[in-house]
């Protein structure tokens, strides 16, 4: 594509190279967003068990709990993945492979983020107003949360008629 057309296209006038960075860039601060949320519920997850209701939980909340546990390291990890691959890209002039995977990673811990809203916000209504109004809270926020972060995101993108 002549550069003129991509300039038209694309709003800015910047090189290869300079697209690269910035959207290295914007993704760092996306994952900062991400790993500050994730770090909350995280801290929020490891204080329960230090709790003397703590003891109460039945089985399904006690995996419920678990679950939020490991998702919460995962999505951890996830968020943490870019930086790690970047380490080991670093002056390789390997960074549209990292942009690239970075994206991917961020999608992956979007999910993360979002399964780990729904799975404690189901385990605190579970405990505090019973397993009825658990359940509906987990499958409602599921739901708000697919709108949000899923047909939102596409219905903008195939407006615009961009990829």
Not at 32 to 51: E, M
Not at 114 to 135: E, I, K, W
Request: aromatic content about 6%; charged content about 20%.
């Amino acid at each position: 594509m002549p550069e003129a057309e991509e300039t038209r296209r694309g709003g800015r006038d910047e090189t290869f190279d300079e697209k690269m960075d910035r959207n290295w860039g914007e993704l760092l601060q996306e994952l900062r967003v991400l790993q500050t949320g994730v770090q909350i519920l995280a801290g929020f997850l490891l204080t329960l068990p230090f709790q003397s209701r703590f003891e109460t939980l039945d089985s399904f909340e006690l995996s419920l709990y678990l679950s939020n546990v490991v998702i919460a390291a995962l999505t951890t990890a996830l968020i943490l993945l870019p930086v790690s691959v970047h380490r080991r890209l670093f002056r390789k002039g390997l960074k549209a492979t990292l942009v690239s995977s970075a994206d991917r990673i961020t999608k992956l811990a979007l999910t993360g983020v979002a399964l780990l809203s729904v799975g404690t916000s189901t385990l605190v209504f579970d405990v505090t107003a019973g397993r009825a109004a658990g359940l509906t809270a987990g499958v409602a926020l599921l739901a708000v949360l697919l709108v949000l972060l899923v047909l939102i995101p596409n219905r903008l993108r195939n407006h615009t008629g961009q990829d």
